[in-house]
Structure formats: structure tokens, C-alpha cells
């Protein structure tokens, strides 16, 4: 079993930065990716950005050039810039390895001013 806890979710305004978190933890295997998607209600919930391990990076492309992905071991993070109030959402950490999805609690992000 993996556990994802993430962080980083609040209140800003538009045009400002946030910067979301998520540690994994168990039975992590070498080869997994990570990423992050978001849901707002009566919509699907949609990829944003994605880090498969030694994999190309890939972000929606309503984010590209304000979202930054990264990854630090079991950790990931997404640099939130430029915040426009379509971005107001629950984000949600995405673990994948052996064809098993795993994912966060979410964390809510509010853009307004």
C-alpha cells in the first residue's frame, strides 16, 4: 500500500503563487510516476501536471508556463504561478506503479480576490 499526504492548499489571489506538496510513503516500487490533477465540482477531474520516472514532464495546457512539476525522491511538488480563478479547485496527488493508482486526500486551492 503507498499513502500520499499533501499540503499546500489555500486561499490566494489572483496572480499570485502557491506551492502544493505530497510525500509518499509504503510500498513504493524504483519505477512509479507521480503528478497532480484537480476536480472542481460537476466536472471530471482533469490531469495537470505529470512526472513519470524518466519520463518526458507533461502539463495541461491551461497550466503550461504557470505550473511547475517536481521531484525530490517519494515527494512531489507543483509550483502554482500566475493564479488565474479558473484555477480554483481540489488538487489531488497522483501515485501510479504496477498498474495500481493511488491518490491523495486533496488539498483545496481558492483563487479570488
Known amino acids: 500500500q503507498v499513502q500520499l499526504v499533501e499540503s499546500g492548499g489555500g486561499l490566494v489571489q489572483p496572480g499570485g503563487s502557491r506551492r502544493l506538496s505530497c510525500e509518499a510513503s509504503g510500498n513504493i516500487f524504483s519505477i512509479n510516476a507521480m503528478g497532480w490533477y484537480r476536480q472542481t465540482p460537476g466536472k471530471e477531474r482533469e490531469l495537470v501536471a505529470l512526472?513519470?520516472?524518466?519520463?518526458m514532464l507533461t502539463y495541461a495546457d491551461s497550466v503550461k508556463g504557470r505550473f511547475t512539476i517536481s521531484r525530490d525522491k517519494n515527494a512531489v511538488y507543483l509550483q502554482m504561478n500566475s493564479l488565474k480563478p479558473e484555477d480554483t479547485a481540489v488538487y489531488y496527488c497522483?501515485?501510479?506503479?504496477?498498474?495500481?493508482?493511488?491518490w491523495g486526500q486533496g488539498t483545496q486551492v481558492t483563487v479570488s480576490s
Open positions: 512526472s513519470p520516472w524518466g519520463g
Open positions: 497522483y501515485f501510479h506503479q504496477a498498474r495500481n493508482d493511488y
